[in-house]
């Protein structure tokens, strides 16, 4: 049998340095041929304590890991990570790659754990955003009256960007403070208003506490925003509509969407708010559009969104396997269902919609050959008539939805008649 690789130790170390580890993360390290981690971190470690070789982490450090792993697999190694290595840490990143049963980990309390005690927050009620290899946008997702946010600041630019990105948004008024060098012998803390934040960058090991406060605008977080929250050139499926839609594709955690003819994105950008661990890719043969669907993303906290440019089916080539997928566009293409239907895993759900008798056509045939459920969506408005009120009906809108069966092929259903 081949011989196992040692097992891996991953050490949380804190802006306390070698003082603050427990003697459990001092014997690793002491016994270690090999130590790795981020320049700041190695330099925490005394030389007369650690005598192992100290390798720092090369950029970009993800694509280096397996590497470095390798070169190392028969040496004792200990690998430094600042404070809980699982909590958006290295650890995560080594368990996907060296597998969880090689991991020893051994944590130090998180700069969130530390924030908490010092303001006196509850941890279990208070959102954590990382902007550590993250765009800033991502914070939007967050922002809403009476929020209570920490802030993992990726450098010394970290406070006045979130400061400057709140007040744009319209959370002027929220208190920050930021919180530096926690745990260790130069801990500080500053506070101010996002409006004129007061203080020039400071140290880059910071954290950020926003308290939003009660003013600024509502961002629901349920399916169906506001239409006027997208940026958009009449191509947008309608809050009623994309409420429906959205309960009707069921986003679970993890999961991944295509949007296919993403118009505004409006129906990908709210896959993605559903849950933060979600994922999604919109085609858009129009450059425009997509160009616009980014915006929408960025602006409505969602930056992750993958928007692909050209036209489908052949833009879906490469695409990795969705979980579900959303047609709102370009139903008539040739082979465009077909290639939608056929790309879905087992369980995974397609969703249809038109305006257009050729492609409720289209739809009905497939209802007919794959069951699902086909129904129309009507919406009428209140509007002034004359000094009364009547309604104003919208155009009907057709879906067809259908979960792929787990024995799948295009053989069409046993028809009764």
Request: glycine share 12%.
């Given at each position: 049998?081949?011989?196992?690789?040692p097992?891996?130790?991953?050490?949380?170390?804190g802006?306390?340095g070698w003082p603050?580890l427990?003697?459990t993360?001092?014997?690793?390290?002491?016994?270690?041929?090999?130590v790795?981690g981020g320049?700041r971190q190695?330099?925490l470690l005394?030389?007369d304590?650690?005598c192992?070789e100290?390798?720092?982490w090369p950029?970009?450090?993800?694509?280096?890991?397996p590497g470095?792993?390798?070169?190392?697999?028969?040496?004792?190694?200990?690998?430094?990570?600042?404070g809980?290595?699982m909590?958006?840490?290295?650890?995560?990143t080594?368990?996907?790659i060296?597998g969880?049963?090689?991991?020893?980990?051994l944590?130090?309390p998180?700069?969130?754990?530390y924030?908490c005690?010092?303001?006196?927050?509850?941890l279990?009620s208070t959102?954590?955003?990382?902007?550590?290899g993250?765009p800033?946008?991502?914070?939007r997702?967050a922002l809403?009256?009476g929020?209570r946010?920490?802030?993992?600041?990726?450098d010394?630019d970290?406070?006045?960007?979130?400061a400057?990105?709140?007040?744009?948004?319209?959370?002027?008024a929220?208190?920050?403070?930021?919180l530096?060098?926690?745990g260790g012998p130069?801990?500080r803390?500053?506070?101010?208003?996002?409006?004129?934040w007061?203080?020039?960058?400071?140290?880059?090991?910071n954290?950020?506490?926003v308290?939003l406060?009660?003013?600024?605008?509502?961002?629901?977080v349920?399916?169906g925003?506001p239409?006027g929250?997208y940026?958009?050139?009449?191509?947008?499926?309608?809050?009623?509509?994309?409420?429906?839609?959205?309960?009707t594709?069921?986003?679970?955690p993890?999961e991944?969407?295509?949007d296919?003819?993403g118009?505004?994105?409006?129906?990908?950008i709210?896959?993605l708010?559903?849950?933060?661990?979600?994922?999604a890719?919109?085609?858009e043969?129009?450059?425009?559009?997509?160009?616009?669907?980014?915006?929408?993303?960025?602006?409505?906290?969602v930056?992750?969104?993958r928007?692909?440019t050209?036209?489908?089916p052949?833009?879906?080539?490469?695409?990795?396997?969705?979980?579900?997928?959303?047609?709102?566009g370009g139903?008539t293409?040739?082979g465009?269902l077909?290639a939608?239907?056929?790309?879905?895993?087992p369980?995974?759900?397609?969703?249809a919609?038109?305006?257009?008798?050729e492609?409720e056509?289209l739809?009905?045939?497939?209802?007919?050959?794959h069951?699902?459920?086909?129904?129309r969506l009507?919406?009428?408005?209140?509007?002034?008539?004359?000094?009364f009120?009547?309604?104003?009906?919208a155009m009907?809108?057709?879906?067809w939805?259908?979960a792929?069966?787990a024995a799948?092929s295009?053989t069409?259903?046993?028809?009764a008649?």
């Amino acid at each position: 049998m081949p011989q196992q690789p040692p097992p891996l130790t991953v050490v949380g170390i804190g802006a306390d340095g070698w003082p603050g580890l427990a003697g459990t993360a001092r014997a690793s390290l002491r016994t270690a041929e090999v130590v790795i981690g981020g320049p700041r971190q190695l330099d925490l470690l005394p030389a007369d304590e650690v005598c192992a070789e100290r390798v720092p982490w090369p950029t970009p450090l993800r694509p280096a890991v397996p590497g470095l792993l390798a070169r190392y697999a028969d040496r004792r190694v200990a690998v430094l990570a600042s404070g809980d290595p699982m909590f958006y840490g290295i650890g995560r990143t080594l368990a996907e790659i060296a597998g969880p049963d090689r991991l020893r980990v051994l944590p130090h309390p998180s700069s969130v754990t530390y924030a908490c005690a010092r303001l006196g927050w509850p941890l279990e009620s208070t959102e954590v955003v990382s902007l550590v290899g993250r765009p800033l946008d991502a914070l939007r997702l967050a922002l809403n009256p009476g929020r209570r946010l920490l802030v993992l600041s990726a450098d010394a630019d970290g406070p006045g960007a979130v400061a400057a990105l709140l007040t744009a948004s319209g959370f002027g008024a929220a208190r920050l403070r930021v919180l530096e060098q926690l745990g260790g012998p130069a801990e500080r803390q500053l506070d101010g208003p996002a409006d004129g934040w007061p203080h020039p960058p400071g140290d880059r090991l910071n954290l950020i506490a926003v308290d939003l406060g009660d003013t600024g605008p509502r961002t629901p977080v349920v399916p169906g925003l506001p239409d006027g929250a997208y940026e958009n050139d009449g191509q947008l499926t309608k809050r009623h509509v994309r409420a429906a839609t959205l309960a009707t594709l069921a986003p679970v955690p993890g999961e991944l969407l295509w949007d296919v003819g993403g118009g505004s994105g409006s129906i990908a950008i709210e896959w993605l708010r559903a849950h933060r661990d979600n994922r999604a890719v919109t085609v858009e043969r129009d450059p425009v559009r997509a160009e616009r669907i980014a915006r929408n993303a960025a602006a409505l906290g969602v930056p992750r969104l993958r928007v692909v440019t050209g036209a489908a089916p052949a833009a879906l080539a490469g695409l990795p396997a969705p979980d579900a997928v959303f047609v709102g566009g370009g139903l008539t293409a040739p082979g465009l269902l077909d290639a939608c239907w056929t790309a879905l895993a087992p369980g995974g759900r397609l969703v249809a919609n038109t305006v257009t008798l050729e492609s409720e056509a289209l739809l009905t045939e497939w209802y007919r050959r794959h069951g699902g459920e086909l129904l129309r969506l009507a919406v009428a408005h209140a509007v002034p008539v004359g000094g009364f009120t009547g309604w104003r009906q919208a155009m009907p809108v057709t879906q067809w939805s259908a979960a792929k069966p787990a024995a799948q092929s295009l053989t069409p259903r046993e028809n009764a008649s």
